[in-house]
């Protein structure tokens, strides 16, 4: 079986959802079986807590926030990922637990070691065989916000700097399973760039492309 766990993640208004929503047409001209989900979210349960997660005009601690995080998490891959990875399908995933560690941790300052064991046990020890973190000065995606931010978009610009260094970090820390792809560029070329990524992976990894 070729399945393969592929996540993209990054900031905020970097076009992560639009870009990730262009693959599986592609991977599907290639012969390639793949399925897209979202993190937090993708399940029912999931989508209530992606509502309280986003939505909610409550305060949350943010240890709160972290593991109601893992919480949908660990559903998703329960319910969705794992049983397509086992269907021998490419799973793409918007965004996963790169988030948790960069936005609870970084930027908010818990402790970066017990997150990650945490995050670890949310998700099963599954973790993506690639990461692609779609990356841009802070500027821009702020500048690409929606008229009604959510919850997590509103937070100040310093908010968002440690965000994208947190990002940045955590390729830094695991080069082989991390790809930064400039996103200050036109839909077009940063899709293209996205695809020879996986293109030359798919190559490392012996899948079959035709």
């Known amino acids: 079986m ?7 993640d990054g900031l905020d208004g ?4 639009t870009q990730i929503s262009l693959l599986p047409p ?16 993708g399940t029912a349960f999931g989508g209530t807590l992606r509502e309280i997660l986003l939505k909610s005009k ?3 601690a943010p240890r709160a926030e972290a593991l109601l995080f893992m919480a949908s998490r660990a559903q998703l891959v329960n319910e969705i990922i794992e049983p397509a990875l086992q269907a021998g399908k ?3 995933c918007d965004r996963f637990t790169t988030s948790n ?5 970084y930027a908010s300052g818990l402790p970066l070691e ?3 064991a945490a995050v670890h046990f949310s998700a099963g020890g599954l973790q993506p065989d690639l990461t692609i973190i779609l990356d841009a000065p802070v500027e821009v995606g702020w500048s690409r ?7 997590m978009e509103s937070r100040g610009k310093d908010y968002w700097q440690k965000v994208r260094d947190g990002f940045l970090r955590e390729a830094e820390r695991e080069r082989d399973r991390f790809a930064i792809i400039d996103a200050n560029r036109s839909l077009e070329e940063v899709q293209s760039q996205i695809r020879q990524t996986l293109l030359e992976k798919f190559q490392d990894w012996g899948l079959p492309i035709s």
């Not at 970097?14 to 959802?17: A, D, F, I, T, V």
């Not at 916000?145 to 919850?151: A, L, M, N, S």
């Open 101 to 105: 560690i960069v936005y609870q941790g």
């Open 145 to 151: 916000r929606g008229k009604d931010p959510d919850r």
């Open 58 to 60: 409550e305060h949350l």
């Open 90 to 92: 490419i799973v793409l």
């Open 114 to 116: 017990e997150l990650r």
């Open 2 to 8: 070729w399945a393969k766990f592929i996540c993209i």
């Open 14 to 17: 970097l076009g992560k959802s």
């Open 26 to 41: 592609w991977l599907e001209s290639l012969k390639l079986s793949s399925i897209l989900c979202f993190d937090p979210g």
